[in-house]
Each structure stands twice: as C-alpha cells, then as structure tokens.
C-alpha cells in the first residue's frame, strides 16, 4: 500500500521518492497531506508491531503467526487506510472494517 502510494503519486510529489523505508514514506505522505497524521501514526504503529512480533518470533525459531486479536486494532487501521486509498469499489470496504482473518 505504502509503495502503491509512491507510485501513484510521486509525479505530484516526487519527494516521495527520497527514500525507500516505510515508515519515512509514511511520513512523507502525512506531511504533503495525501494521508492524515492520525492514519500515519496508526499505520506506523501497526507495521513496527507486526515487525517486531516478527522479529521475536523468527529468533526463537518459531512459525510467523500470531493471535488475530492480539492485532485488531492495527489490522482496522490498516485496513481503514487501505479502504480509503484503495479499496473505494472493494464491497469488503463498504461493509464492517472489523472482518476477521485466518
């Protein structure tokens, strides 16, 4: 999604394009308004807590899974922000951002 943004709107604002990270994309996309802060802050959350969860997971050895609902509340904010710059004639989008994943 973050790199879809890059893509689709670095004509407009090529300072997109300065670097390669998430999270300084992110940043980027608050500060020339193309999403708020409130979503960056949440959607930056949500990727530093997958990562880390990921993290530990992969230095005990352990399979990448988590518990849905350790994650709901970032999985909505993803989500919210995918519908928005996304998923305008996703029917999934329309309906309850509160959709559970396996």
């Known amino acids: 999604m973050v790199q879809y943004a890059v893509l689709a709107w670095s004509r407009e604002h090529p300072e997109l394009t300065r670097f390669t990270d998430n999270i300084r994309i992110l940043e980027l996309l608050a500060d020339t308004g ?36 350790d994650f709901l509340r970032h999985r909505q904010a993803v989500k919210a922000l995918w519908c928005r710059l996304l ?16």
């Not at 998923?87 to 396996?102: F, H, K, M, Q, Y």
Request: proline content about 2%; charged content about 35%.
């Open 34 to 69: 193309l999403i708020t802060e409130f979503e960056r802050r949440d959607v930056v959350a949500a990727y530093q807590a997958y990562r880390s969860y990921g993290h530990k997971l992969g230095l005990r050895q352990e399979k990448n899974e988590a518990p849905a609902a």
């Open 87 to 102: 998923g305008a004639g996703d029917d999934e989008c329309r309906t309850n951002l509160d959709v559970a994943v396996e």
